[in-house]
């Protein structure tokens, strides 16, 4: 019976949403284009309000970017009849930030507003962030089977994201907890982000030979375990210049705003920085012994040493001297590329090696365990190959880069237009049209 009373409420319901369905498809489109053409109004309506002025007269105020001031001049001139006088006001207030980067750069903004999006007086980092962070991703995943894998997912949850399909297979417990921690859009943008690290990703596992923990191909050209004291030298040369290049964004930032102390004081780190790690290198590069190339790099890294603390005990007094161990660290911090790197590569081994010991084992109980093994463990490694090199390569960008130079704390430039979908320019309202 109650199967039954659920029965007709079924039908009941469908009936209800076939006839919403008609009533959608009949008037649907006549109420978002009268929506849409309202809201617009009003929004004209709330800036008549705002404006001061006489009955004849007004003035308002605004942000125009310096390159469109003439056409803005021009198109109010224009429709107004040369009644408006436009002028630009010296102000002291910081501007709105307006980003314009390249179409394919502009998508990892994203990351750049997570983080904090920048002042209107500051360099936009988002062209840095879009060349690096995809080769930290792709050199701490390094595994070709992992970029791939990645590339394919990537692929895949942008074309899911455009084309959502009536009917998911994927668990809802697992798309629920997706989509609570981002939206379809920023999972969007994550994936495409995703595309050109996992293309490095798949580089560098070629170089490596390394698929899914597996030495596949008939050449090696870097031997990961072979080569592991260059890798971290190299790491290390990495976060070298990394420190330095913020240092210098952040001299010229200092220049540009008239701050003088403030540009002594990055020069001060940026040579206290580049003379301490240059002896740390040449005494890793050398197996901690001298000779005179080195001897003489580590004279000359000591004057860097000297000239910089003066320099940044003019604006930073004591406290520089407690903040110079920290350089030092996020120099040193760079060197988790490898060593996230090296744990993928060695947790693949394993996986790989319990796989190949159960299937030489004649029994097969422990063949299909191996299997599963492989099946769970390789999948668990892969999502330890997206979270981890993702966060940390982020991380590297954040704070060990982003602190020598970048504010952050802006405001985003929002123009004062109307987003139209459904209407065009000029809809008249009047007499039902």
């Known amino acids: 019976m109650l199967q039954d009373e659920k029965k007709k409420l079924d039908q009941a319901r469908q009936e209800i949403q076939k006839h919403l369905q008609d009533i959608s498809d009949k008037y649907y489109e006549r109420i978002v284009q009268i929506r849409e ?49 436009i002028s630009k006001v010296d102000t002291d207030e910081i501007p709105p930030t307006l980003l314009r980067n390249p179409r394919r750069i502009s998508l990892f903004e994203f990351f750049i507003k997570f983080y904090s999006l920048p002042e209107g007086t ?24 992992y970029g791939l894998a990645i590339l394919l997912l990537s692929l895949f949850i942008i074309h899911r994201v455009d084309h959502p399909p009536a ?3 994927i668990p809802k417990v697992l798309s629920r907890f997706i989509l609570m921690i981002m939206s379809p859009q920023s999972l969007k943008i994550l994936a495409k982000a995703l595309i050109p690290s996992s293309i490095v990703a798949i580089i560098a596992g070629v170089l490596f030979n390394q698929f899914f923990g597996f030495a596949i191909l008939p050449f090696t050209v870097f031997h990961v375990y072979s080569v592991l004291p260059k890798l971290m030298l190299i790491a290390g040369y990495i976060g070298l210049g990394m420190v330095a290049f913020g240092f210098i964004l952040g001299f010229i930032e200092d220049l540009w705003m008239h701050d003088v102390k403030g540009a002594m004081d990055r020069l001060g780190w940026l040579f206290f920085a580049v003379g301490i790690a240059t002896i740390g290198l040449n ?11 080195t001897g003489i790099t580590n004279l000359a890294a000591v004057a860097l ?44 081994e394993i996986i790989d090696l319990v796989f190949i010991r159960s299937l030489v084992s004649h029994s097969i ?17 892969l999502v330890l190959a997206v979270f981890e090199p993702g966060i940390q390569g982020a991380r590297l960008i954040y704070v060990e880069f982003f602190s020598k130079f970048y504010h952050g704390n802006g405001r985003l430039f929002r123009p004062f237009r109307s987003q139209r979908k459904y209407t065009e320019n ?7 049209r």
Request: aromatic share 10%; hydrophobic share 50%.
């Open 365 to 381: 109980a422990l063949a299909i365990l191996g299997i599963i093994i492989l099946i769970f463990g390789q999948t668990f490694n």
């Open 283 to 293: 005494l890793i590069h050398h197996d901690l012994t001298f000779s005179v190339s």
């Open 426 to 432: 000029g809809i008249e309202l009047e007499n039902g």
């Open 305 to 348: 040493i000297v000239v910089g603390i003066p320099l940044i005990a003019i604006k930073e007094k004591s406290q520089g001297f407690i903040e110079m161990p920290s350089i030092i660290s996020h120099i040193l911090s760079y060197l988790r590329l490898v060593g996230i790197l090296i744990a993928s590569v060695v947790i693949a």
């Open 122 to 145: 500051e360099y936009d980092p988002t062209l840095i962030f879009a060349l690096v962070f995809p080769v930290f991703f792709g050199l701490m995943v390094g595994d070709w089977g």
């Open 167 to 169: 009917r998911s297979h």
């Open 37 to 85: 053409a309202l809201e617009i109004e009003a929004r004209k309506i709330e800036v008549e309000d705002k404006l001061k002025g006489t009955e004849y007269t007004f003035a308002i105020e605004g942000w125009v970017p310096a390159d469109s001031f003439d056409m803005v001049n021009a198109t109010i001139n224009r429709v107004t009849g040369n009644s408006c006088i």
